[in-house]
């Protein structure tokens, strides 16, 4: 089944997640459960031994099933089987099924079994499903789900089901997705492809194994006994760590041979045709650019107009109807209807910014950052389109980052059109150091995208404080936010109504403060997206500071949290993954306090250094002139943190961890 793009969820045909309690009891009435027969290979799943499991484990999978069936004409029909033993309570989201289908991938076929412990088994069929929409934000799109409800799908009982779909698909590839969050006791792919096809196989993530034949022009892989992919805090995204297959199907007919790629040079140069000629101006476009950058000082101020343009006044939403999941619409219709997806945003940018003299190109990607197989030449590895602009050679501006130089390009600047919040010049961060199909007229060629200096992505805070005798601390904190801190900041203050905006740094202090209240909260520059953010705020805290006889005792460290527990799991098993940051970054603290009348300080904290080539943590506490002065910087400087070195980390997080905890102390001076 093709891909859905533009930030659509990534399609599978896997149980549904997350269904509301509501919406499963209707599905559940709905559902003219009769008892029946169960098929063989349902017994014959039931009846095998659990696959190893720890004891806390929701559910095991006994058979996870796909069958690809190719025709000489390039349909392909799937059979999916999945059979479940419910351990635990969590494990019930396994009786809920939805199943994608759309005008190009008919649903044939779909029925569902439960084998309770105790009694005779319920069957359900299609028609006992609801027919829903998967998606919101499209204003047409043929993709559509059915979800059907397994009938007593608790602790103890099986629950299986079974659906066959028959596809005309864009591409001829496929993949088998055999590895997840349960363990799995016996893993099945089985291809039939038409005499004289070949097939080339890619396997992530997982050791490779050699295909068995099966009959003529039929092969399968099996595996048993697969472990669950461990859900770890900060790990890296699923699809970069499971085990899947990916396979590519070369047929014998000419026609269908462009429906192959081999190569990401295919890949780019198969979206190049589907494109060719979307991008072409008109005569609206020219008056509109004209209109937009009359008055504009510079070229650097007309890129800026015109990303602004594509980004806030073209709303996103998509009309995705058979090949339209991929191909763009006309830049021409983008202007005229000012809405469209993502890679409508890029094409009607692309159109303006080349009446300008900016050449683009698109650039594939995906919004999870390790969700592409470099390995896998394919479109079905992303769902999102943005742009590359080739800069002129004379031209060096300020303030634009996202930039690579490539020898056969020259300099790139990546921007994403439909991120309505991150300024040009910025990336968001999901796309930072993440892989990218750049497309041109002679085909595709895979880049990483650039990551941008941690500098870049900043937040400034600083905190001019008083303290009183009784432990009040009084003051003002201001931050100054760049780059993805201000993004993130922004988009959290825009989705807050104005009167609960107090209300979200009240969440945020709660994790330091006592007794506080805010005085006061202010906020510049929130919708100038290419200028820094501001946020001040003003408070009152009582009983800050905590007395112990003639002492007081005073955490230098006011706000803020730059630390995490994410490896304090308090288990004795070994961590599997790696931890990922979302992006490089620096953060500066700076406190200072003024002291009540009386006091002195008797005792600073010492000083911490730690100091890794993934990461640095500094601080430092003074007294001198009656004020309290604490500052600190936390950097980030790369993305991943491999397995191996997770004790370093570890290591560095409780040297922050006990930092942020110190405490000063000051000593009430004797008449």
Request: proline fraction near 6%; hydrophobic fraction near 40%; charged fraction near 25%.
């Amino acid at each position: 089944m093709k891909s859905k793009w533009c930030c659509r969820k990534w399609l599978a045909a896997r149980p549904a997640r997350g269904l509301g309690l509501a919406l499963a009891l209707a599905l559940l009435a709905a559902a003219g459960s009769v008892r029946a027969d169960v098929p063989e290979w349902l017994r014959a799943a039931a009846q095998a031994p659990l696959p190893a499991h720890a004891p806390d484990t929701d559910a095991v999978v006994l058979l996870d099933e796909q069958i690809t069936l190719v025709k000489e004409r390039g349909d392909i029909k799937t059979v999916y089987r999945r059979v479940v033993k419910i351990l635990r309570p969590g494990g019930r989201e396994e009786g809920t099924v939805r199943v994608y289908f759309d005008k190009e991938t008919r649903l044939t076929y779909l029925k569902a079994w439960s084998l309770p412990a105790q009694g005779k088994p319920y069957e359900v069929k299609e028609k006992d499903a609801i027919e829903t929409s998967p998606f919101s934000g499209a204003l047409y799109e043929d993709t559509r789900s059915k979800v059907l409800q397994i009938p007593a799908a608790e602790p103890g009982n099986i629950v299986g089901y079974e659906y066959e779909q028959y596809d005309r698909p864009f591409l001829l590839q496929d993949r088998w997705f055999f590895q997840g969050p349960y363990p799995v006791g016996r893993a099945r792919f089985a291809l039939q492809l038409p005499a004289g096809w070949e097939f080339e196989t890619v396997w992530m993530n997982h050791p490779g194994q050699e295909a068995q034949a099966a009959g003529e022009n039929r092969w399968v892989w099996e595996f048993e006994n697969l472990p669950a992919v461990e859900d770890e805090p900060a790990m890296p995204p699923w699809r970069a760590v499971a085990g899947w297959l990916a396979v590519t199907f070369f047929p014998t007919r000419e026609k269908l041979q462009e429906k192959s790629h081999a190569t990401w040079r295919d890949v780019g140069a198969w979206y190049a045709a589907l494109a060719d000629k979307r991008r072409e101006a008109t005569p609206a476009i020219r008056e509109k650019v004209a209109a937009l950058t009359e008055g504009a000082g510079d070229v650097v101020e007309k890129l800026r107009r015109l990303a602004a343009f594509a980004q806030r006044d073209v709303r996103y939403v998509a009309i995705e109807i058979g090949i339209g999941g991929y191909q763009p619409h006309a830049a021409a219709d983008v202007l005229a209807n000012r809405y469209g997806d993502c890679k409508d945003k890029a094409t009607l940018l692309s159109a303006m910014l080349r009446e300008i003299g900016i050449e683009s190109y698109y650039v594939l990607v995906h919004t999870t950052r390790g969700a592409v197989a470099p390995q896998f030449p394919s479109m079905l590895n992303f769902n999102h389109a943005i742009l590359a602009l080739r800069l002129p050679a004379e031209l060096a501006p300020e303030n634009l980052h996202a930039v690579r130089a490539y020898e056969s390009y020259g300099r790139l600047l990546f921007f994403d059109p439909t991120d309505a919040i991150t300024p040009l010049g910025y990336l968001p961060a999901s796309l930072q150091a993440n892989h990218g199909l750049l497309v041109t007229e002679s085909g595709g060629e895979l880049i990483e995208l650039p990551l941008l200096r941690a500098n870049l992505n900043r937040l400034l805070r600083t905190g001019k404080l008083a303290l009183n005798s009784d432990g009040t601390l009084f003051g003002t904190v201001q931050e100054i936010l760049w780059g993805d801190f201000a993004t993130r900041r922004r988009g959290l203050l825009l989705e807050t109504a104005p009167a609960e905006r107090n209300k979200t740094l009240e969440r945020f202090l709660a994790n330091f403060l006592p007794g506080f209240v805010v005085q006061e909260l202010e906020v510049e520059n929130l919708e100038q997206y290419e200028q820094n953010l501001v946020v001040r705020y003003r408070f009152i805290a009582h009983n800050y500071a905590k007395k112990a006889g003639n002492l007081l005792l005073v955490r230098p460290r006011v706000v803020g949290a730059k630390g995490s527990d994410v490896l304090e799991t308090g288990e004795k098993k070994e961590r599997k993954y790696p931890v990922e940051f979302d992006t490089a970054s620096l953060e500066s603290d700076l406190f200072e306090i003024v002291l009540p009348g009386g006091f002195q300080v008797e005792e600073v904290p010492p000083g911490v250094t730690a100091e890794a080539d993934f990461a640095s943590y500094h601080s430092q506490t003074q007294a001198a002139g009656g004020v309290l002065r604490y500052q600190r910087t936390y950097e980030v400087k790369a993305l991943r943190v491999p397995a191996a070195r997770l004790e370093e980390l570890k290591k560095l997080f409780r040297q922050i961890d006990a930092d942020e905890r110190n405490s000063a102390v000051l000593k009430r001076a004797l008449p």
